[in-house]
Structures are given as C-alpha cells and as structure tokens.
C-alpha cells in the first residue's frame, strides 16, 4: 500500500461523537467527520422538534436521509412525500429539496457523499455546550456562502 494512507478505524456508540447546535434548528452528534472518511462523506444524527423546516435547497453533492424516529415531510424535486420511521431518502447532487419535521420530534442520520458539505455545517453550526439554542438563519446564509455547501433557491415550499 505504498503512497496511500490507511484511515484509522472509527467506533461511536449511541450518543458518542461531537454534539453541536444547528443554527436551522436541531441538535446534532457527528458520527464520521470528513477527515475521518478521508473526504468519502460525512455522517451525524440530528434530533429536531415538530416544525422544523428547512428551505428549498440543493448541495453540490448527495445527501440521504434514514429516519430513525419520527416523520418528516419532504420535498423532492416538486414532489412532496411522508417519510416515518425506518424511511429513506436520497437527494442526489443538484437535485432542489426540503424537509419539515411533522412529528413531536424526530432523529434522522444524515449522509452526505462526500464529505464536502461539512465546512457548511460547521459554519452553521457551533459546540452544543456553548450554544444558545437560538435559530440564526442569518449565520445558515453565510455559512453557505461562505462554503460553497448549499445553495438556497427559497422559502420551505411547504403549505
């Protein structure tokens, strides 16, 4: 394996792993950052409340969603679809999408392949510790700008 470098192994059990306030709204706990795919994708659970939305939106990568509890409602390149509990959706790259949480709440794993959407998220995001817990959508905006990790097309799209 001469000129490659070999990823270390990486084992986070329920509740382990870096914990940070989304700044759309939502806890999240990083599962696999990008350094430790070596750029492959990022991985992290988020915990949402009923009414969370996001706007429409795309991201120059694949982004998937597997509900672990809950039910969101999203919005797939203008087709709207209830994912509960056990449900998968896979965004592609480019593809315009949004979501709202419809249950009490919601945990969902989110998959971005590759990993280049995490310096958004970082943006947007900040330790849980220190946070306020306050929407700043504001920061999400300059964080994408920033980045280059999403690109905003309008308000959620949902009635």
């Known amino acids: 394996m001469t000129g490659q470098t070999q990823l270390a192994p990486v084992v986070r059990h329920s509740g382990e792993g870096d914990k940070r306030w989304f700044f759309g709204g939502g806890e999240v706990t990083w599962k696999v950052s990008a350094a430790d795919s070596g750029g492959a994708f990022l991985l992290f659970e988020d915990a949402m409340q009923q009414g969370k939305v996001t706007p429409l939106h795309t991201h120059p990568t694949d982004e998937s969603f597997y509900v672990l509890e809950g039910?969101?409602?999203?919005?797939?390149?203008?087709?709207?679809?209830?994912?509960?509990?056990?449900?998968?959706?896979l965004a592609p790259a480019g593809v315009p999408?949004?979501?709202?949480v419809v249950s009490p709440s919601?945990?969902?794993?989110?998959?971005?392949?590759?990993?280049?959407?995490e310096a958004f998220y970082l943006g947007a995001s900040e330790p849980l510790a220190e946070s306020s817990r306050q929407v700043d959508f504001d920061r999400i905006m300059k964080s994408a700008k920033d980045s280059a990790g999403m690109t905003f097309l309008g308000p959620p799209p949902f009635a």
Do not use: N, P, Q, W
């Not at 039910?71 to 959706?89: C, P, Q, R, S």
């Open 106 to 117: 919601c945990r969902m794993l989110c998959f971005y392949s590759s990993g280049s959407c």
């Open 71 to 89: 039910e969101i409602l999203v919005h797939l390149d203008g087709t709207e679809v209830a994912i509960k509990e056990g449900g998968f959706v």
């Open 97 to 100: 999408h949004a979501f709202k």
